[in-house]
Protein backbone atom coordinates (compact mmCIF):
# COMPACT_ATOMS: atom_id res chain seq x y z
CA UNK A 1 0.00 0.00 0.00
CA UNK A 2 1.23 3.76 -0.81
CA UNK A 3 1.77 5.69 2.27
CA UNK A 4 2.50 9.78 1.88
CA UNK A 5 3.83 11.87 4.62
CA UNK A 6 5.59 14.39 2.50
CA UNK A 7 7.84 11.16 0.71
CA UNK A 8 7.37 10.81 -2.99
CA UNK A 9 7.27 7.31 -3.87
CA UNK A 10 9.71 5.47 -5.59
CA UNK A 11 7.90 3.98 -8.19
CA UNK A 12 6.06 5.74 -11.60
CA UNK A 13 2.91 5.96 -10.48
CA UNK A 14 -0.56 4.81 -12.41
CA UNK A 15 -3.14 6.63 -11.21
CA UNK A 16 -6.68 6.40 -12.63
CA UNK A 17 -9.85 8.31 -11.85
CA UNK A 18 -12.64 6.43 -10.28
CA UNK A 19 -15.73 8.38 -11.41
CA UNK A 20 -19.21 6.84 -10.50
CA UNK A 21 -21.24 9.89 -10.36
CA UNK A 22 -23.12 9.23 -7.57
CA UNK A 23 -23.94 5.42 -8.58
CA UNK A 24 -22.17 2.43 -6.42
CA UNK A 25 -22.65 0.30 -9.14
CA UNK A 26 -20.74 1.98 -11.36
CA UNK A 27 -17.37 2.89 -9.25
CA UNK A 28 -18.50 -1.15 -9.04
CA UNK A 29 -18.51 -2.10 -13.06
CA UNK A 30 -15.64 0.24 -13.13
CA UNK A 31 -13.29 -2.33 -11.31
CA UNK A 32 -14.72 -5.44 -12.63
CA UNK A 33 -14.03 -4.30 -16.57
CA UNK A 34 -10.21 -4.05 -15.58
CA UNK A 35 -8.26 -7.33 -16.88
CA UNK A 36 -6.79 -9.29 -13.96
CA UNK A 37 -5.61 -8.13 -10.97
CA UNK A 38 -5.96 -4.28 -10.22
CA UNK A 39 -2.79 -3.65 -8.99
CA UNK A 40 -1.05 -4.85 -12.02
CA UNK A 41 -2.45 -1.58 -13.82
CA UNK A 42 -3.33 0.69 -11.16
CA UNK A 43 -1.58 2.25 -7.94
CA UNK A 44 -4.17 5.13 -7.21
CA UNK A 45 -7.48 5.39 -7.66
CA UNK A 46 -9.55 8.63 -7.69
CA UNK A 47 -12.71 8.30 -6.44
CA UNK A 48 -15.05 11.45 -6.78
CA UNK A 49 -17.76 10.49 -3.87
CA UNK A 50 -17.55 13.56 -2.03
CA UNK A 51 -20.41 16.45 -2.70
CA UNK A 52 -20.63 19.54 -4.03
CA UNK A 53 -18.52 22.52 -2.20
CA UNK A 54 -20.81 24.52 -0.42
CA UNK A 55 -21.01 28.85 -0.15
CA UNK A 56 -19.15 28.24 3.27
CA UNK A 57 -15.93 26.10 1.84
CA UNK A 58 -17.63 22.48 3.31
CA UNK A 59 -18.64 19.66 1.72
CA UNK A 60 -19.88 16.10 2.53
CA UNK A 61 -20.71 12.82 0.26
CA UNK A 62 -22.18 12.36 -2.57
CA UNK A 63 -24.34 9.51 -1.14
CA UNK A 64 -25.31 11.96 1.82
CA UNK A 65 -23.29 9.82 4.77
CA UNK A 66 -19.76 8.17 4.90
CA UNK A 67 -21.02 4.82 4.87
CA UNK A 68 -20.87 3.89 0.86
CA UNK A 69 -17.69 6.27 0.68
CA UNK A 70 -16.04 4.06 3.07
CA UNK A 71 -17.25 0.77 1.50
CA UNK A 72 -15.86 1.86 -1.76
CA UNK A 73 -12.39 2.88 -0.22
CA UNK A 74 -12.78 -0.76 1.68
CA UNK A 75 -12.88 -1.94 -2.04
CA UNK A 76 -10.39 -0.46 -3.55
CA UNK A 77 -7.87 -1.65 -0.67
CA UNK A 78 -8.85 -5.09 -1.17
CA UNK A 79 -7.73 -5.18 -4.58
CA UNK A 80 -4.17 -4.01 -3.53
CA UNK A 81 -4.38 -0.34 -4.33
CA UNK A 82 -4.77 3.35 -2.39
CA UNK A 83 -7.83 5.21 -2.54
CA UNK A 84 -7.47 8.57 -2.91
CA UNK A 85 -10.61 10.79 -3.46
CA UNK A 86 -11.21 13.90 -4.98
CA UNK A 87 -12.69 17.10 -4.29
CA UNK A 88 -13.87 19.20 -6.84
CA UNK A 89 -15.02 22.49 -6.55
CA UNK A 90 -15.44 25.10 -9.31
CA UNK A 91 -16.61 29.08 -10.35
CA UNK A 92 -17.67 31.16 -7.92
CA UNK A 93 -18.12 28.93 -4.91
CA UNK A 94 -14.19 27.74 -5.32
CA UNK A 95 -12.98 31.49 -5.96
CA UNK A 96 -14.70 32.83 -2.69
CA UNK A 97 -13.40 29.86 -0.61
CA UNK A 98 -9.75 30.32 -1.48
CA UNK A 99 -9.58 33.84 -0.94
CA UNK A 100 -11.21 33.39 2.50
CA UNK A 101 -9.35 32.31 5.30
CA UNK A 102 -12.39 31.09 7.41
CA UNK A 103 -13.60 29.30 4.58
CA UNK A 104 -10.58 27.78 3.60
CA UNK A 105 -10.31 26.10 7.09
CA UNK A 106 -13.91 24.90 6.29
CA UNK A 107 -12.52 22.89 3.11
CA UNK A 108 -9.72 21.30 5.07
CA UNK A 109 -11.72 20.57 8.22
CA UNK A 110 -13.94 18.57 5.67
CA UNK A 111 -10.99 16.80 3.98
CA UNK A 112 -9.40 15.16 7.16
CA UNK A 113 -12.53 14.08 7.88
CA UNK A 114 -13.52 12.67 4.62
CA UNK A 115 -10.01 10.85 4.87
CA UNK A 116 -10.83 9.80 8.71
CA UNK A 117 -14.32 8.62 7.74
CA UNK A 118 -13.64 6.70 4.90
CA UNK A 119 -10.26 5.43 5.80
CA UNK A 120 -8.52 6.72 2.50
CA UNK A 121 -4.97 7.26 1.87
CA UNK A 122 -4.89 10.78 1.38
CA UNK A 123 -6.91 13.70 -1.45
CA UNK A 124 -6.80 15.24 -4.64
CA UNK A 125 -8.03 18.83 -4.78
CA UNK A 126 -9.66 19.37 -8.04
CA UNK A 127 -10.16 23.06 -8.13
CA UNK A 128 -10.96 24.15 -11.97
CA UNK A 129 -12.15 27.11 -13.44
CA UNK A 130 -11.21 29.49 -11.22
CA UNK A 131 -11.05 33.02 -11.27
CA UNK A 132 -6.94 34.07 -12.13
CA UNK A 133 -6.59 36.20 -8.79
CA UNK A 134 -6.76 33.22 -6.53
CA UNK A 135 -3.31 31.51 -7.02
CA UNK A 136 -2.25 32.78 -3.47
CA UNK A 137 -5.33 31.39 -2.31
CA UNK A 138 -5.22 27.99 -3.50
CA UNK A 139 -1.16 27.98 -2.74
CA UNK A 140 -2.57 28.98 0.86
CA UNK A 141 -4.76 26.22 0.75
CA UNK A 142 -2.42 23.29 -0.46
CA UNK A 143 0.22 25.15 2.51
CA UNK A 144 -2.36 24.61 5.52
CA UNK A 145 -3.83 20.76 4.32
CA UNK A 146 -0.50 19.58 3.35
CA UNK A 147 1.18 19.43 6.52
CA UNK A 148 -1.80 17.98 8.76
CA UNK A 149 -1.91 15.24 6.04
CA UNK A 150 1.05 14.38 6.02
CA UNK A 151 0.87 13.85 10.04
CA UNK A 152 -1.67 11.32 9.47
CA UNK A 153 0.95 9.42 6.71
CA UNK A 154 -1.29 10.57 3.60
CA UNK A 155 -0.77 11.77 0.31
CA UNK A 156 -1.68 15.06 -0.59
CA UNK A 157 -2.05 15.69 -4.33
CA UNK A 158 -3.66 18.51 -6.70
CA UNK A 159 -5.30 18.91 -10.20
CA UNK A 160 -3.83 21.52 -12.17
CA UNK A 161 -4.34 22.50 -15.81
CA UNK A 162 -1.76 22.53 -17.91
CA UNK A 163 0.61 25.40 -18.93
CA UNK A 164 3.23 25.54 -21.74
CA UNK A 165 5.36 28.98 -20.05
CA UNK A 166 5.06 31.58 -17.54
CA UNK A 167 2.69 33.74 -20.06
CA UNK A 168 1.41 31.53 -22.41
CA UNK A 169 -1.76 30.33 -21.19
CA UNK A 170 -2.29 34.05 -18.55
CA UNK A 171 -5.97 32.45 -17.89
CA UNK A 172 -4.19 29.31 -15.84
CA UNK A 173 -1.88 31.60 -14.18
CA UNK A 174 -3.68 30.91 -10.77
CA UNK A 175 -1.96 27.44 -10.82
CA UNK A 176 1.09 28.75 -9.74
CA UNK A 177 3.58 25.52 -9.89
CA UNK A 178 6.76 26.29 -8.03
CA UNK A 179 4.38 27.13 -5.32
CA UNK A 180 2.60 24.15 -5.51
CA UNK A 181 4.91 21.98 -5.87
CA UNK A 182 6.34 22.98 -2.05
CA UNK A 183 2.62 21.62 -0.79
CA UNK A 184 2.67 18.58 -2.88
CA UNK A 185 3.20 14.94 -2.99
CA UNK A 186 2.23 14.26 -6.13
CA UNK A 187 0.67 17.25 -9.10
CA UNK A 188 -1.50 15.60 -11.83
CA UNK A 189 -1.56 18.33 -14.30
CA UNK A 190 -4.72 18.07 -16.84
CA UNK A 191 -2.86 17.90 -20.23
CA UNK A 192 -5.57 17.43 -22.23
CA UNK A 193 -8.61 19.62 -23.56
CA UNK A 194 -6.48 21.13 -26.03
CA UNK A 195 -9.71 20.97 -28.13
CA UNK A 196 -12.78 21.22 -26.30
CA UNK A 197 -16.81 22.00 -26.59
CA UNK A 198 -16.25 25.54 -27.61
CA UNK A 199 -13.18 25.68 -29.57
CA UNK A 200 -13.91 23.81 -32.81
CA UNK A 201 -13.05 19.94 -34.18
CA UNK A 202 -8.93 19.19 -33.07
CA UNK A 203 -7.26 16.65 -30.75
CA UNK A 204 -8.26 16.43 -27.36
CA UNK A 205 -4.30 15.94 -26.52
CA UNK A 206 -1.70 16.46 -29.33
CA UNK A 207 1.53 15.19 -28.61
CA UNK A 208 3.36 18.15 -29.72
CA UNK A 209 1.44 20.55 -26.78
CA UNK A 210 1.65 18.02 -24.39
CA UNK A 211 5.34 17.64 -24.48
CA UNK A 212 5.24 21.27 -24.16
CA UNK A 213 3.23 21.36 -20.87
CA UNK A 214 5.65 18.58 -19.92
CA UNK A 215 8.86 20.47 -20.94
CA UNK A 216 7.26 23.34 -18.70
CA UNK A 217 5.93 21.18 -15.19
CA UNK A 218 9.61 20.12 -15.02
CA UNK A 219 11.11 23.24 -14.97
CA UNK A 220 9.11 24.40 -11.98
CA UNK A 221 8.01 21.26 -9.96
CA UNK A 222 10.31 18.03 -9.17
CA UNK A 223 9.90 15.59 -11.97
CA UNK A 224 9.43 13.11 -9.49
CA UNK A 225 5.92 14.55 -8.09
CA UNK A 226 4.36 15.47 -11.72
CA UNK A 227 1.87 12.69 -12.73
CA UNK A 228 1.09 13.62 -16.88
CA UNK A 229 -2.83 13.49 -17.26
CA UNK A 230 -3.47 11.37 -20.78
CA UNK A 231 -7.25 11.43 -21.70
CA UNK A 232 -9.36 7.51 -22.33
CA UNK A 233 -11.99 9.76 -24.06
CA UNK A 234 -12.73 11.69 -27.27
CA UNK A 235 -14.91 13.90 -29.02
CA UNK A 236 -17.28 14.66 -31.90
CA UNK A 237 -18.47 18.04 -33.02
CA UNK A 238 -21.24 18.74 -34.91
CA UNK A 239 -22.98 22.35 -35.89
CA UNK A 240 -26.20 23.52 -35.02
CA UNK A 241 -26.75 27.04 -36.14
CA UNK A 242 -23.70 28.77 -35.69
CA UNK A 243 -22.84 26.81 -32.53
CA UNK A 244 -20.60 23.79 -31.96
CA UNK A 245 -22.61 20.67 -30.34
CA UNK A 246 -20.37 18.15 -28.92
CA UNK A 247 -20.66 15.01 -27.37
CA UNK A 248 -18.70 12.75 -25.53
CA UNK A 249 -17.65 8.94 -26.36
CA UNK A 250 -15.12 6.12 -25.55
CA UNK A 251 -12.33 4.79 -27.64
CA UNK A 252 -15.10 1.96 -28.53
CA UNK A 253 -17.59 4.05 -29.44
CA UNK A 254 -16.02 6.15 -31.44
CA UNK A 255 -14.47 3.16 -33.58
CA UNK A 256 -18.32 1.46 -33.37
CA UNK A 257 -19.80 5.19 -34.93
CA UNK A 258 -16.88 5.10 -37.67
CA UNK A 259 -17.64 1.56 -38.65
CA UNK A 260 -21.72 2.37 -38.54
CA UNK A 261 -21.36 5.39 -40.82
CA UNK A 262 -18.47 4.04 -42.93
CA UNK A 263 -16.08 6.67 -41.60
CA UNK A 264 -12.34 6.05 -42.32
CA UNK A 265 -10.09 6.57 -39.07
CA UNK A 266 -6.74 8.38 -40.13
CA UNK A 267 -3.96 9.11 -38.15
CA UNK A 268 -3.77 13.39 -38.22
CA UNK A 269 -0.11 13.54 -38.30
CA UNK A 270 2.23 16.80 -38.35
CA UNK A 271 5.86 17.67 -38.70
CA UNK A 272 6.10 17.40 -34.72
CA UNK A 273 4.11 14.37 -34.42
CA UNK A 274 4.41 11.40 -37.01
CA UNK A 275 2.24 8.98 -34.62
CA UNK A 276 -0.91 10.91 -35.06
CA UNK A 277 -4.42 11.49 -33.32
CA UNK A 278 -6.90 8.76 -34.60
CA UNK A 279 -9.69 10.82 -36.43
CA UNK A 280 -13.00 10.83 -39.07
CA UNK A 281 -15.79 12.63 -40.48
CA UNK A 282 -19.20 11.71 -41.13
CA UNK A 283 -22.77 12.83 -42.08
CA UNK A 284 -24.97 11.61 -39.48
CA UNK A 285 -28.66 10.65 -39.98
CA UNK A 286 -29.84 14.35 -40.57
CA UNK A 287 -27.11 14.75 -42.64
CA UNK A 288 -25.13 16.91 -40.33
CA UNK A 289 -21.30 16.93 -41.15
CA UNK A 290 -19.19 15.38 -38.08
CA UNK A 291 -15.59 15.07 -37.17
CA UNK A 292 -14.51 13.14 -33.93
CA UNK A 293 -11.27 12.92 -32.18
CA UNK A 294 -10.28 10.45 -30.14
CA UNK A 295 -6.86 8.63 -28.30
CA UNK A 296 -5.91 4.76 -28.70
CA UNK A 297 -3.43 2.60 -27.91
CA UNK A 298 -1.06 3.92 -30.43
CA UNK A 299 -1.28 7.74 -29.14
CA UNK A 300 -1.24 6.43 -25.90
CA UNK A 301 1.93 5.05 -25.94
CA UNK A 302 3.61 7.91 -27.43
CA UNK A 303 2.20 10.01 -24.63
CA UNK A 304 3.68 7.34 -22.08
CA UNK A 305 7.10 7.68 -23.98
CA UNK A 306 7.16 11.37 -22.11
CA UNK A 307 6.97 9.92 -18.66
CA UNK A 308 10.81 8.42 -19.68
CA UNK A 309 11.69 11.43 -21.62
CA UNK A 310 10.81 13.88 -18.53
CA UNK A 311 11.10 11.45 -15.07
CA UNK A 312 7.90 12.15 -14.63
CA UNK A 313 6.72 10.50 -11.39
CA UNK A 314 4.14 8.81 -13.50
CA UNK A 315 0.44 9.26 -14.94
CA UNK A 316 -2.82 10.08 -14.45
CA UNK A 317 -5.79 8.86 -16.51
CA UNK A 318 -9.45 10.65 -17.27
CA UNK A 319 -11.15 8.54 -16.64
CA UNK A 320 -12.27 4.56 -15.56
CA UNK A 321 -15.42 5.67 -16.88
CA UNK A 322 -14.25 5.85 -20.89
CA UNK A 323 -12.50 2.51 -20.58
CA UNK A 324 -15.60 0.24 -20.95
CA UNK A 325 -15.79 -3.66 -22.01
CA UNK A 326 -14.51 -3.21 -25.66
CA UNK A 327 -11.40 -0.94 -24.75
CA UNK A 328 -10.22 -2.17 -21.85
CA UNK A 329 -7.91 -5.01 -22.59
CA UNK A 330 -6.32 -2.84 -24.97
CA UNK A 331 -5.58 0.08 -23.22
CA UNK A 332 -4.92 -1.14 -19.54
CA UNK A 333 -2.32 -3.83 -21.17
CA UNK A 334 -0.47 -0.17 -21.81
CA UNK A 335 -0.40 0.38 -18.03
CA UNK A 336 1.78 -2.29 -17.13
CA UNK A 337 4.83 -0.32 -16.27
Not at 73 to 90: E, F, R
Not at 246 to 251: G, P, Q
Not at 310 to 337: N, Q, R
Request: net charge positive; charged share 20%.
Amino acid sequence: MLVGGGSVINKKIRLLFWDGYGNKANYEKSLAQVPGKVQDYVDILVPNFTGDLKADGSFGYVFGRAAVARSLTALGHSQGVAVVPMILGSGATANTMLLNPSKRANFVRCALQVVRETQADGIMVDLEGIATNTGPGLTALMRELTPLLQAEGKLSMIAVMARTSVGAEPWNKQYEYAELAQYSDYIQIMAYDYHHAGSGPGPIAPLPWVDKVAKYAVSQIPPTKILLGIPAYGRSWSHKGYKWVVSHLSMAKARQTAEKYCAEIIYQVTSDDQIGIPMYTYRDNRQMPCTTYFDDGRSWQAKLKLVDKYKLGGIGVWSMHWLDAASAPEMYELLKF
